[in-house]
């Protein structure tokens, strides 16, 4: 039997929540298990740390949830989806806190108690540094979290308390100054927390040292891109790149990781805690109180949302070239043109069948259907064909961390050979992928010493960083990073529909060929397929102002009450 250890401890009641609503800090006493006969050992803080999992690495969620974050939740707001209904962008302020769910103190309340807390329990000095970064790492995601968001957000190291009226109603804290103290959490976590913690539960399942490294190259990939592109802080920009390719370097070079010789894998498989490439998993099970997940039936057995021309387009040919150069590309005019001769990856991702609406009871809204995800195994049994798959969940991973090192290091602008070789290059040497090399000449990227510059490069993104884009685009094309990549390169304009058609186009028919088909195209007998016909589903983006979340009007107002301008974001007023 598997040990799930993605469970929600009863203890986080003793917690209570930081809301600011009228209910502040309410608790709940429980008969045997208080605040202040918990914390006596240091296999209680295990225990406790467990309840904030969840929140963290949702892996493939649990039951018919598709939020967690990947391809389903995904029919999301970016280009590599072609959706029958585009999900528009927020056009209005939220009347509540509750409708947005990220503007709330929970968390935050909870994680400061663990880190006081530690100091309680009788342990030796090196166990209380070690929680205390556990600690600390998770304090950094939970303000990581609501900076992307929010932008700017009140800071609080401490637990707060119900009487502190000063701290409850604490104005926006600049953004800089949050993320200079998530660095430090995370540098502290990196310092302290262990590298194995519990020897007799695989790697995978908790935080360690090479956890905390691994999402500290995440975390400040975004935040120095967000900072380049947002607020033209080079500074800034260059401390926070700095620290992701730190991070992603010693993981690299001393987690003692490798990339798994088969892509697929790290997404379909049913044990991962010997795949040599996974940082991070969240483990499931079947059988009586397992954990379990219903992916495999949304990717197998139902519709789909498809992905669109314009990821499709993105890998390159085996050549190493994009397809608009490469003498290898024979076209899209059936799928097997349009999968010949391709990135492997590809073939690993997508299904090598059209499943057209009216034809297939699986179909796909773009006729590109996704299986990534899919066990081959288990599809047609009772796990794979419901809610009960125990398919585990890759949370973070060495194919991640390389590509936040090397676009790091591209936007740093000290990208070399060997920071290539370290990183793309390995990824494109995988067993089964066998991809030519990326090469840099003189700040440009080149394959098999030639230099080359695809036509369709954005004209504003320099050609060896839309190449390091295209790359990570492929490599973790559907695991849910997409959205938060262009919002941080400050490209939503990739998904406005009507000028970008190819992100509402999907695989190129002739209607006679599929007689019993229900789809539209943009031709009379031929064409390609669109999926979001109709004027007023498209989806136009015509305000920057939608890169930040707008607060709740209910926590405004909340303030203003008590004395405090809790200032809107910009545009939203």
């Not at 990739?494 to 060929?513: C, E, M």
């Amino acid at each position: 039997m598997k040990t799930n250890l993605y469970i929600v401890f009863l203890v986080a009641v003793i917690m209570g929540s930081c809301k600011k609503t009228d209910e502040f800090l309410t608790r709940y006493p429980l008969d045997q298990m208080t605040d202040q006969n918990y914390w006596t050992s240091e296999s209680n803080v295990r225990t406790y740390t467990w309840g904030l999992y969840p929140n963290y690495f949702p892996g493939y969620a649990s039951g018919f949830d598709l939020s967690w974050g990947g391809y389903f939740s995904g029919e999301a707001l970016n280009d590599d989806f072609a959706p029958f209904n585009p999900p528009l962008f927020t056009r209005n302020i939220p009347a509540t806190a509750a409708t947005v769910g990220a503007w709330n103190f929970t968390f935050i309340r909870r994680i400061n108690v663990l880190i006081d807390r530690v100091s309680r329990v009788p342990m030796s000095d090196e166990a209380k540094n070690h929680w205390r970064g556990v600690g600390r790492f998770f304090r950094g995601l939970e303000f990581h979290n609501k900076v992307k968001s929010y932008g700017d957000f009140p800071w609080y190291s401490t637990e707060l308390l119900d009487t502190d009226k000063e701290g409850l109603y604490k104005p926006r804290d600049p953004r800089t100054l949050v993320m200079d103290s998530v660095l430090l959490d995370f540098k502290y976590a990196a310092e302290h927390v262990r590298a194995v913690d519990d020897a007799s539960v695989p790697k995978g399942l908790y935080v360690n040292k090479y956890t905390v490294l691994a999402f500290m190259s995440r975390v400040f990939l975004f935040e120095g891109t967000w900072q380049k592109y947002h607020a033209g802080n080079t500074a800034k920009a260059n401390e926070y790149l700095t620290a992701a390719k730190w991070a992603a370097n010693e993981v690299i070079t001393k987690g003692g990781y490798q990339l798994a010789p088969d892509y697929r894998k790290i997404f379909n498989s049913l044990d991962l805690s010997t795949n040599t490439e996974t940082i991070m998993y969240r483990r499931y099970e079947s059988g009586v109180g397992g954990l379990t997940h219903s992916l495999s039936s949304y990717v197998n057995k139902e519709s789909q949302t498809g992905a669109s021309k314009n990821a499709i387009e993105s890998y390159l040919s085996n050549d190493g070239l994009p397809i608009s150069l490469s003498p290898l590309y024979k076209g899209d005019k059936t799928i097997t043109d349009v999968m010949t001769d391709r990135d492997p990856r590809m073939y690993a991702t997508f299904v090598n069948t059209l499943r057209l609406n009216g034809i297939a009871t699986n179909f796909s809204s773009s006729g590109y259907a996704v299986h990534k995800f899919l066990n081959d195994e288990i599809k047609e049994t009772p796990e794979g064909l419901g809610s009960l798959n125990p398919t585990d969940a890759p949370v973070i991973r060495l194919g991640e961390v390389m590509m936040n090192y090397a676009e790091a290091a591209a936007e740093l602008g000290t990208l070399t050979q060997g920071d290539l070789d370290l990183t793309i290059n390995r990824l494109r040497k995988r067993t089964g992928i066998n991809m030519p090399a990326l090469e840099v000449k003189g700040g440009l990227p080149a394959v098999k010493d030639v230099v080359y510059d695809d036509p369709n490069r954005d004209p504003n993104v320099p050609s060896l960083i839309w190449e390091i884009r295209r790359e990570r685009r492929v490599e973790l094309m559907m695991e849910g990073f997409r959205t938060t990549d262009l919002r941080r390169w400050k490209k939503y304009e990739y998904v406005d529909t009507q000028k970008n058609p190819d992100i509402n186009r999907g695989a190129w028919i002739k209607l006679s060929d599929f007689p019993s088909a229900k789809v539209t195209i943009d031709g009379v007998n031929e064409g390609y397929i669109i999926p979001a016909p109709k004027p007023e589903s498209q989806r136009i983006f015509d305000n920057p102002k939608v890169y930040l979340t707008p607060l709740p009007q209910d926590q405004i107002k909340l303030y203003s009450d008590n004395g405090v301008e809790l200032k809107q974001n910009p545009g939203w007023q």
